[in-house]
């Protein structure tokens, strides 16, 4: 199917696209999309990674002044940028080197589908948690990363019923939100988030009302609006209703389990590990919409009940029952490794039989051999 895309952000079009096309231009022609697109993911990985050795448990920013080096939140500032340069520009190169595919849309969006968690639990490292000044709570962090997700979510359930990608309006405005954020942080320290900003309200409280303002009362409406219309002009995918909602019951039922998780936990294991846990919340979520994403590239219809739920499902019930015990702790971290694996070993798989499918190379524009 061919790939289709609108952009109707103001900040996109008139800001962003032109400062991409003069970007793009300095990219070198033999440079694959895909690289590009890996680039951008690793650099948010490499920006996790520092940022959670500085602060596992999310309380650096909570204690005055903060724990973090400065040149940490410069660094976050910049990888940031880079991200949402490469992953704004490599759809233009694969069109500038005319190697489009099918491939790259796949390790684009299932990138994304992982790098969104990795955003927000970056970020929450400014805030920091809950100190009973400022901070945000861990379940709050949560339901935040909820939020953030159920939209992504909703973006690809909208594609995978009209067949067209409207591309959110919140991306482009979180990027650019991240990125001065993590520069504020820089230039005057995490202070800037412990004092009250306007009327008594914090800056992190205004960009939690922001997001749930987003997602809730513009992203969401716009998705079931595009729906409506494409179902009135007979465009729709999917004839029945069965069909076209099936995408949303693993992502909800996932949702419900790890909330069960959460809010029945004897150990409090949010309050415990919330790095860990909301890590493995954004895995298991990408594992899931990356199968929505290729039922919808490839038109099938996407299984009732993702087979990870299975698993997830033991856990948690060991775990609300009281049978782990004092290991819930230690279960969870087995767990999100084992996931996390997983999740790597399938991007690599369909990965690797798509190349062999279309006869190309993931990080090459050279052409393969036929045998």
Avoid at 142 to 156: D, K, P, R, T
Avoid at 270 to 284: I, T
Wanted: glycine letters at 6%; charged letters at 10%.
């Amino acid at each position: 199917s061919q790939y289709s895309a609108v952009d109707t952000n103001p900040l996109s079009v008139y800001i962003m696209q032109p400062i991409w096309n003069k970007i793009i231009k300095i990219v070198p022609l033999w440079i694959a999309p895909n690289l590009l697109t890996f680039s951008g993911f690793v650099m948010i990985l490499a920006n996790y990674f520092l940022i959670s050795f500085y602060d596992w448990d999310y309380t650096a920013s909570g204690t005055s002044p903060g724990l973090v080096p400065t040149w940490v939140w410069l660094f976050s500032a910049f990888t940031t940028f880079c991200a949402y340069a490469l992953d704004s520009i490599d759809g233009k190169h694969a069109r500038r080197t005319q190697s489009s595919s099918p491939l790259g849309e796949l390790f684009d969006h299932g990138l994304d589908s992982w790098a969104t968690s990795i955003f927000v639990l970056s970020f929450f490292s400014v805030c920091s948690r809950d100190t009973g000044k400022a901070g945000v709570s861990v379940y709050t962090m949560y339901i935040y990363l909820s939020i953030v997700l159920f939209n992504f979510m909703c973006s690809h359930w909208e594609k995978y019923n009209t067949g067209v990608l409207f591309l959110p309006w919140g991306y482009d405005i979180s990027q650019v939100v991240l990125v001065a954020a993590y520069l504020l942080t820089g230039a005057f320290g995490v202070e800037v988030w412990q004092k009250p900003f306007l009327f008594g309200y914090y800056i992190t409280d205004a960009l939690v009302i922001l997001l749930i303002g987003f997602s809730l009362f513009l992203s969401f409406p716009q998705t079931l609006y595009n729906i409506h219309r494409a179902h009135i002009k007979k465009t729709l995918k999917n004839d029945s209703l069965y069909e076209g909602l099936l995408p949303l019951v693993s992502p909800l039922l996932l949702f419900l389990l790890l909330t069960v998780w959460v809010v029945l936990s004897p150990g409090n294991i949010l309050s415990k590990q919330p790095r860990l846990f909301l890590w493995m919340v954004g895995v298991a979520f990408s594992n899931v919409i990356c199968k929505v994403i290729i039922c919808q590239m490839s038109s099938t219809q996407p299984e009732l009940f993702h087979w990870f739920l299975f698993p997830l499902a033991l856990v948690v019930y060991a775990a609300i029952s009281g049978l782990l015990g004092w290991t819930e702790e230690a279960v969870l971290i087995v767990f999100t490794l084992l996931l996390t694996a997983a999740h790597v070993h399938y991007g690599v798989c369909v990965g690797r039989q798509l190349s062999e499918h279309l006869n190309i190379y993931i990080f090459s524009l050279k052409k393969r051999v036929q045998e």
